[in-house]
């Protein structure tokens, strides 16, 4: 099994900076790699595909990058709304997710 | 539009069973894979299984093979969850999951999630 690690748990952020969030797989991935925006109370969402390539409905604040096993997503100024958990998640070997970055206001 | 809603969740003892429902809308349900992916009070998400869009493959998490079973109804665009032997950690919200793409091998990312149905296994 593929295990994917996420750091930090949580990261605190003001309004309007940036925000990194890393995942890390246990072996290489190559470009199968997916990040969902989830919030309290509601099912997930698909924000980034492919490593970099952004869903339907996100602004292009939001920025995947990385192949293989290191991955990194970027909200480049962070507004009231993205305040929320991201997962990444692996789908090049079966599908293992990792255990989530909560965003929280600083 | 796409449309998942998950039903058949409520309170179960120890030992007993549960059969969840998706009813899918919106899309045409028998060109795509559907998978089930559960999430703990507080905790993260967490793959259970895969069946192919023709329900020829099915795959499941190490953590539930052998009491969970997934199939699919394409004339009633309805995947289900039949979970046995159910145990206290298999407490959770089960959301249902469409693949992004039709009649993906299985290296598909998931595109619509339901808005999930909760189970408790409790005494």
């Known amino acids: 099994e593929i295990v994917m690690t996420q750091s930090p748990a949580t990261l605190s952020v003001s309004p309007g900076e940036r925000a990194t969030l890393s995942c890390r797989a246990s072996q290489s991935v190559s470009s199968n790699l997916a990040w969902y925006q989830q919030k309290p109370g509601q099912a997930p969402r698909l924000l980034i595909y492919g490593a970099s390539t952004r869903a339907t409905g996100f602004p292009a604040r939001f920025s995947g990058s990385g192949s293989g096993t290191e991955f990194t997503l970027t909200i480049s100024s962070l507004q009231s709304e993205d305040f929320a958990v991201y997962y990444c998640?692996?789908?090049?070997?079966?599908?293992?997710f990792g255990q989530g970055t909560k965003v929280e206001i600083k | 539009q796409v449309q998942l809603v998950e039903s058949g969740g409520g309170v179960v003892q120890p030992g007993g069973s549960l059969r969840l429902s998706c009813a899918a809308s919106?899309?045409?349900?028998?060109?795509?894979?559907m998978h089930w992916v559960r999430q703990a009070p507080g905790k993260g998400l967490e793959w259970v299984a895969f069946i192919r869009y023709d329900g020829s493959n099915k795959y499941y998490a190490d953590s539930v093979k052998g009491r969970f079973t997934i199939s699919r109804d394409n004339s009633k665009n309805t995947l289900y969850l039949q979970m046995n032997s159910l145990r206290a950690e298999d407490t959770a919200v089960y959301y249902c999951a469409k693949e992004y793409e039709a009649y993906c091998g299985g290296d598909c990312f998931f595109d619509y999630w339901g808005q999930g149905t909760l189970v408790t296994v409790s005494s």
């Open positions: 998640q692996q789908y090049n070997n079966w599908w293992t």
């Open positions: 919106g899309f045409t349900f028998s060109s795509y894979g």
